[in-house]
């Protein structure tokens, strides 16, 4: 049995001989495009390797609960700006006019709203009686001597055996 | 430049054979005039026959989800010599080359490289995955193939059916295919695939049985 080591194979490399029963080209030139093929798809897919890179492609938006940044302060007609911050006063004249004037808005006849009870989807469009609740108590009530009957019955069952 | 072809073709003739380990170089032609591969491309009869012939199987990858495995498996060429064999390889693209999801196999003949092949089904591989783009694969394919068909990387007669080149994202697989899944015999293969792929001691080279290959959680027969 002919064994060849690597280093000797290795030396008869120059012997090399090209069988013609196959077009070595075209199987070279068909994997050469597939290669190309493949380069040009992940070109045109912008991948470029890696895993899931955040620097590449579309990134993630996460969602932030910032509070809104108030406007920044302009300066009046004299130039000056002022950083106060204009609350209106809860006391004093002006506010207890105010504060009438919103409750005589509530009483008047246009802002009054009547709550009517939508019962249409009750299982009654009846309106309850008071009467019918008292017939739904509990009719049977615990009789505390007819329950000392049952015990003596037994009793006396006992003593006739 | 007549120099230089006496000298490489010293080699070649029957009296000329160097070790007597090798394989002696066989007369093809009942012509008692050697010529050598040298002296003509297409008639010489001088050749390093090898033990058994083998065939150089392509995988294209797949562009179209309709084709099935059989349809991207195609044997390229069938081959028995050592000249042959560097003709071949010095023709085809090399293993670097190679698109992404291709694959090369070299089997001996009427062997198909897949695991329902009764040679191959009862055997496993001798496999490891080069994550490291920066190695040199063209060597270490060719390095693969040379101990395949010089048949020095067994003791025993056609153990090994064949090697599997898979070229991946992740990696590149160089796989050793062979027929049983015997311990005492592949132990040895693989010290010496070890060898062959100049792996480091920090690298373990795994033996999967080819029954175990659907089982993607299975652990390996043999580690070395």
């Given at each position: 049995?002919a064994?060849y ?8 490399r120059?012997?090399?001989y090209v ?18 093929r493949q380069a ?8 470029t ?19 809104k ?8 007609a004299?130039g000056?700006?002022t ?9 004093g004249?002006?506010?207890a006019?105010?504060?009438?004037k ?8 246009t802002t009054?709203?009547?709550v009517?009870?939508?019962n ?6 009846k309106?309850?009686?008071?009467r ?6 509990q ?15 037994e009793e006396?069952e006992?003593?006739?055996? | ?15 000329a054979?160097?070790?007597a ?8 032609s ?17 050749k390093?026959p090898?033990?058994s ?6 995988t294209k ?10 349809d991207?498996?195609?044997?390229v ?6 000249e042959e064999?560097w003709?071949i390889?010095?023709?085809i ?9 291709a694959?090369?196999?070299l089997f001996?003949e009427?062997i ?5 092949d009764p040679?191959?089904s ?7 995955q ?10 270490l ?7 395949v068909?010089?048949e020095?990387?067994?003791?025993d007669?056609n153990?090994v ?8 994202k992740v990696?590149?697989?160089?796989s050793l ?6 311990r ?12 062959v ?11 999967l049985?080819?029954k175990?290959?659907?089982n993607r959680s299975?652990?390996p027969?043999?580690?070395?």
């Amino acid at each position: 049995m002919a064994k060849y080591e690597i280093e000797q194979l290795i030396q008869l490399r120059e012997t090399a001989y090209v069988p013609t029963s196959v077009d070595f080209a075209e199987f070279t030139k068909s994997i050469l495009e597939e290669r190309e093929r493949q380069a040009q798809q992940e070109e045109e897919s912008g991948f470029t390797g890696g895993r899931r890179r955040s620097s590449i492609g579309i990134r993630p938006k996460f969602k932030t609960n910032r509070p809104k940044r108030a406007p920044a302060p302009q300066p009046d007609a004299d130039g000056w700006v002022t950083l106060d911050n204009h609350r209106k006063s809860a006391s004093g004249e002006e506010a207890a006019n105010e504060k009438q004037k919103f409750k005589d808005s509530l009483k008047s006849d246009t802002t009054q709203v009547k709550v009517r009870p939508n019962n249409k989807n009750l299982g009654s469009s009846k309106p309850v009686d008071s009467r019918d609740i008292i017939a739904d108590q509990q009719k049977s009530t615990f009789n505390a001597f007819a329950a000392l009957g049952d015990e003596s019955d037994e009793e006396s069952e006992e003593d006739d055996e | 430049m007549s120099e230089e072809l006496n000298k490489a073709t010293e080699n070649l003739s029957l009296d000329a054979q160097a070790p007597a380990t090798e394989a002696p170089a066989t007369e093809t032609s009942t012509d008692n005039a050697q010529s050598t591969v040298l002296d003509s491309k297409k008639e010489f009869n001088v050749k390093h026959p090898l033990n058994s012939k083998w065939t150089l199987w392509y995988t294209k990858p797949a562009n179209n989800p309709k084709e099935s495995w059989s349809d991207l498996l195609k044997p390229v060429i069938t081959f028995s010599s050592v000249e042959e064999f560097w003709g071949i390889f010095n023709s085809i693209p090399q293993a670097g080359e190679l698109p992404l999801k291709a694959d090369y196999h070299l089997f001996r003949e009427n062997i198909k490289p897949e695991w329902e092949d009764p040679e191959n089904s009862k055997g496993g591989k001798w496999n490891f995955q080069f994550k490291n783009k920066d190695i040199n694969i063209n060597e270490l394919w060719l390095r693969t193939l040379l101990s395949v068909i010089g048949e020095t990387i067994e003791d025993d007669d056609n153990e090994v059916n064949g090697a599997v080149l898979n070229v991946r994202k992740v990696a590149i697989r160089i796989s050793l295919w062979t027929k049983s899944s015997d311990r005492a015999k592949l132990f040895p293969i693989g010290m010496k695939f070890r060898k062959v792929l100049k792996l480091s001691d920090a690298d373990s080279l795994e033996f999967l049985s080819h029954k175990d290959a659907d089982n993607r959680s299975a652990k390996p027969l043999l580690t070395v």
